[in-house]
């Protein structure tokens, strides 16, 4: 009897542990394959997003305000811009609609059969409201989304999108707010910074977070800086941090 017990102690130090390991991989966030780190500190309805893994600053710019603020921080796992749902390429930042993951797919994948485009689609449509349960604020908080660019994109590019925008650095056209709240957009175009409200943005629908955000009107920062620029672009994210309400 004695060794029996023994033997099931043994077998309970080390078989749960490795069941553990097991179920908080599963446990990560994803969406169709692609996978988030989720980083969690404390309760607080603030939600950090980092989704192209090619943008280095904005990674480090995420990973550090999380260790310092309560809320959810929620990270691509993957190194580059693209990343793969059944061998197709796309852009994580265009999987948020049914039209914008579509379009981007047959955009990056030109050679590819209908019939792969629309099973990539349909994996995303019955992953999509699960991932956003997990992703998206509660209602009345705040999701950020921090964004490097590194080839021409400019506030420029935005504008024409957009209901209002404020040119506070005319010089730094590269490093600005976008936001889909016009709340927050008031407080906003008091800041350094250059920033633009897009609550209606015109079609198409990109598949962006941003449209999607604006859509459900929920609360949605965008902090975009230059590649590199990681002063500049943690310097904009605490000043939303200290002069944007998390929840309303």
Not at 39 to 55: A, C, Q, T
Not at 68 to 76: D, E, P, Q, T
Not at 149 to 158: F, L, M, Q, V
Not at 216 to 225: H, P
Request: hydrophobic share 35%; charged share 25%.
């Amino acid at each position: 009897m004695t060794s029996t017990l023994k033997r099931i102690r043994r077998r309970d130090i080390w078989v749960m542990p490795f069941t553990a390991l097991i179920g908080c991989r599963d446990a990560r966030p994803s969406i169709a394959g692609i996978y988030f780190e989720m980083k969690k500190n404390g309760d607080s309805p603030l939600r950090l997003v980092f989704i192209h893994g090619d943008e280095n600053t904005a990674r480090d710019v995420t990973s550090n305000a999380i260790s310092r603020n309560k809320g959810r921080a929620f990270l691509i796992d993957n190194p580059h811009r693209e990343v793969q749902i059944l061998r197709l390429k796309i852009d994580p930042n265009r999987i948020f609609s049914r039209e914008g993951a579509e379009a981007n797919l047959r955009e990056l994948n030109p050679g590819s059969e209908d019939f792969e485009i629309k099973r990539a689609v349909a994996l995303l449509d019955r992953d999509r409201e699960e991932f956003l349960q997990k992703l998206l604020p509660p209602p009345g908080g705040l999701i950020i989304a921090v964004h490097n660019n590194a080839k021409g994109y400019s506030i420029d590019e935005e504008i024409p999108l957009s209901d209002r925008y404020q040119l506070n650095q005319p010089d730094s056209r590269h490093d600005f707010f976008l936001t889909t709240s016009l709340q927050d957009f008031d407080i906003m175009e008091k800041s350094p910074f250059n920033s633009v409200l897009q609550q209606n943005p015109p079609p198409p629908d990109d598949g962006s977070l941003s449209r999607l955000c604006a859509k459900r009107s929920v609360r949605y920062i965008n902090i975009e800086a230059t590649l590199g620029n990681y002063t500049g672009q943690q310097s904009m994210l605490n000043w939303i941090l200290k002069n944007i309400p998390i929840r309303v």
